[in-house]
């Protein structure tokens, strides 16, 4: 978050579909931090003076996110 820019809603979304997979059981519970951080890590930050960024941001984040849940584990960091 003190990252500022679109880093916040790539947070908030990838956080969002890692919780959401780890309360159908699809996903464990440290796997939400892990996937969150490969978000973070795989994100190239931008300003987010308008709202087109953050939702393409946010629209990414999900999908990244997806993508790690859903068989390309290794984005994850272990």
Do not use: Q
């Not at 930050?45 to 946010?58: K, R, Y």
């Amino acid at each position: 978050l003190h990252e500022g820019g679109t880093a916040p809603a790539v947070l908030n979304a990838a956080n969002e579909v890692a919780v959401s997979a780890y309360l159908d059981e699809s996903a464990g519970f440290m796997d939400i931090p892990s996937v969150v951080s490969a978000a973070l890590d795989a994100h190239g930050n931008g300003a987010a003076t308008e709202l087109g960024p953050i939702l393409e941001a946010d629209r990414w984040a999900r999908e990244f996110a997806a993508s790690c849940l859903n068989g390309n584990r290794s984005k994850i960091r272990s």
